[in-house]
T-cell receptor
Framework: QQPVQSPQAVILREGEDAVINCSSS?????VHWYRQKHGEAPVFLMI?????EQKGHEKISASFNEKKQQSSLYLTASQLSYSGTYFC??????????????FGGGTRVLVKP | DSGVTQTPKHLITATGQRVTLRCSPR?????VYWYQQSLDQGLQFLIQ???????AKGNILERFSAQQFPDLHSELNLSSLELGDSALYFC??????????FGPGTRLTVL
């Protein structure tokens, strides 16, 4: 099953903040976040391994609430370079039948000058 | 540069044909994943291999098959191609952390 991301798209002005959410109906053991710029391959941003853990990458940070099976990505003081599609990623490899290791549907972010 | 290589970069073929996409993972990574991304769509997980064995399967069509060889490179075979198979096909590899490193992709156009 695919994690659900919201919103599907967001348009920001440089310097504005945004939050992207990722929810799963299945237990999450970890969450990965990736960013894909137009015409390029997805690139790993960060991984959150423990419930409640927050990590950061430049001015992009994320939190992980294991109980709620949710993760949020925070774009703070957005820059033009933050534009792209953000995906929340699959859990760690788990030896479970039917684990499809899918990414969320993606959130398109456009940062305008 | 992620360290994952994919060939070819572009492939143009006709409906009904068969093609093979190749992926070489990062040095030391045992897992290889294949994804399909249609125009402006999300990443559709196709299949994962770990050290030569199939580990997980996604929405992979019966016309598609994959394998991972002893040297850990992987091939995705697409047969009886249809117009709707036109897409970007990404390969990714991972090590023990599960973090996926993506190759540059193969853009397949079916005419």
């Amino acid at each position: 099953q695919q994690p659900v991301q919201s919103p599907q798209a967001v348009i920001l002005r440089e310097g504005e903040d945004a939050v992207i959410n990722c929810s799963s109906s299945k237990a999450l053991y970890s969450v990965h976040w990736y960013r894909q710029k137009h015409g390029e391959a997805p690139v790993f941003l960060m991984i959150l391994l423990k419930g409640g853990e927050q990590k950061g990458h430049e001015k992009i940070s994320a939190s992980f609430n294991e109980k709620k099976q949710q993760s949020s990505l925070y774009l703070t003081a957005s820059q033009l370079s933050y534009s792209g599609t953000y995906f929340c990623g699959p859990p760690m490899m788990i030896k479970a039948a039917g684990n499809k290791l899918t990414f969320g549907g993606g959130t398109r972010v456009l940062v305008k000058p | 540069d992620s360290g994952v290589t994919q060939t070819p970069k572009h492939l143009i073929t006709a409906t009904g044909q068969r093609v093979t996409l190749r992926c070489s993972p990062r040095s030391g990574d045992l897992s290889v994943y294949w994804y399909q991304q249609s125009l402006d769509q999300g990443l559709q997980f196709l299949i994962q291999y770990y050290n030569g064995e199939e580990r997980a399967k996604g929405n992979i069509l019966e016309r598609f098959s994959a394998q991972q060889f002893p040297d850990l490179h992987s091939e995705l075979n697409l047969s009886s191609l249809e117009l709707g198979d036109s897409a970007l096909y990404f390969c990714a590899s991972s090590g023990t952390s599960g973090v996926q490193y993506f190759g540059p992709g193969t853009r397949l156009t079916v005419l």
